[in-house]
């Protein structure tokens, strides 16, 4: 089997565990749903997705980046799924978190267009502009990737990983060994998906470590038996 065929099958794998990182946060979501409210949960590590996917898109059509079918495939899934959980978060979330939202989309529709437009128009070749909007996705990659540790603080301050989304962390690790070992297999390195996708995989380790910290080994919401408090004695008048 030569080297394209091997890097073609492990680009489609790493679609399919790409899927499953877009598809993981849905229990979050059925659970939002059910509740009718975000409780603690945050909005960024899909904010930073949602940015992520529309680079990831734009840097894999071919008037950018030539021949990146798979990257362009799994990221569009990624944008319409993450698109439907910002919308489900924007309609149970507090008034608050609507207009950081709110602010934060608008900043990243400003960034795009910023991006976007003069590399189209000012930068000529495929090299060239494979380089810019590469270098920005891997910022964008690595801000996605270590996006849930914005609540890392939370959980190594209340001893408690309920809030943070394990099984983003679990396949945002696998994805990032998948996609690290797709970019490596290339004649050249590419370099703007190996760096974030090693990142990617070191950060999803350690928020997986986090997790099974304060789960397993540390918790610190476990059942304490209550104290039984005796009534008062009181005194009978004389």
Known sequence: MQDHQIRFIVGIIGNIISAFLFISPSPVFWRICKNKSTQEFHPYPYLATLMNCILWVFYGIPIVHPDSTLVVSINGFGLALTLIYLSIFFYYT????????????????????????????????????????????????IIMYGAPLSVAWKV???????????????????????????????????????????????????????????????????????????????????
């Open 156 to 238: 190594i301050k209340t001893k408690s990983a309920e809030f943070l989304p394990i099984w983003l962390c679990v396949t945002g690790f696998v994805n990032g060994i998948i996609w690290f070992a797709y970019a490596c297999l290339s004649k050249k390195i590419d370099i703007n998906i190996a760096v974030p996708n090693g990142v990617g995989a070191l950060l999803g380790f350690i928020q997986i470590c986090i997790y099974a910290y304060y789960t397993f080994i540390n918790p610190g919401n476990k059942d304490k038996p209550a104290e039984v408090q005796l009534p008062e004695k009181k005194t009978l008048p004389v």
């Open 94 to 141: 507090t008034k608050r978190n609507r207009v950081i939202m709110c602010l934060v989309l608008l900043a990243e529709a400003v960034a795009f267009t910023s991006i976007c437009i003069p590399t189209l128009l000012a930068v000529h070749t495929h090299g060239e502009r494979s380089t810019i909007v590469g270098t920005i996705c891997i910022v964008f990659g």
